[in-house]
């Protein structure tokens, strides 16, 4: 992605002076805005976007215009926000015609994600989405059962820690409209979430899969399967996958054994992290055509999210 910050414009050209002393201090905020809108939008993609365009309007103004602007980081925000809000709505629409269940989109590395980037190459910290309890799968498909605005009042003062006022003027409502959806979201969560263990407890879990998965043993794979498991595909209409959810554990095990069979030694099943906990990773021909996000209750897994979807897997991918 590239901003007009980055362009070559000749205002900021590192071999021109004077270098605009507020330049620093409006690129430091990529960073954050890149974590607001993938929290917001679930899709890298579409954050990477909502940073463009939010720096396209901020260059678009005059030094007059954006000296007179006292916080222009709060700008940035309140801008990228609104943004977030307007493609929240919009992308509720797109979903009616989307092929199967949306996903959100994963992303790789124990503790941060590069765009761009498969590796632990820092190059562009400006790019990272820190990686916590707020951008796990179970958390993220949470966030996605909100309405726009419960979302972005939620995600702005619970993980930001934005006032109930600075969310106001980015959601339109009043602070106590806000604080009560902000309320609404935390019920959400605490009905849907189950309680995370420790991720060295989910590795042993997933490693413990993903050997069953192997070896097709449906009966270990139902062992460690919660009955009432779910497991959610996300091909979008691009890759091969079930389009609706399979429901129960007996069951999950049965279609996951045939899909090790009809796969067969052509994939390899990797141990990666997902989102900041033990996932999976299958690879066929040496190229990412799966991620397996897990949730856990206790010693049994609960949800299995895949990703097929090839527009998803972007980051995983870094040929």
Known sequence: MTTRAESGDDRIDPGDEP?????????????????????????????????????????????????????????????????????????????????????????????????????????????RVTLDESVTMAFLVVLDSMTPAERVAFVLHDVFRYPFGEVAAIVGRTPAACRQLASSARRRIRTAQTPAGPSTGQAGIVRRFKAAWEARDIEALVGLLDPDAVATADGGGLAVTHLHPIVGGERIAGAYAEIARVAGDRTTFLECTVNGLPGLVAQQGGDVATVFAFEVAGDRIRRIWAVRNPEKLRPWRTG
């Open 19 to 127: 270098i605009d002393p507020g330049l620093g201090a409006i690129m430091s905020e990529r960073r954050r805005l890149i974590n607001l809108g993938y929290r917001l939008l679930g899709s890298l993609a579409d954050a990477e976007d909502v940073v463009q365009e939010t720096y396209a309007r901020w260059y678009a103004m005059s030094a007059r215009e954006q000296q007179a602007i006292e916080s222009p980081g709060a700008w940035l925000v309140t801008v990228a926000g609104r943004i977030c809000l307007n493609l929240l709505g919009s992308a509720r629409a797109r979903r009616e015609t989307y092929v199967g269940d949306w996903i959100p989109e994963p992303l790789p590395e124990p503790t941060e994600w590069i765009t761009g980037r498969s590796g632990a190459d820092p190059a562009d910290p400006a790019d």
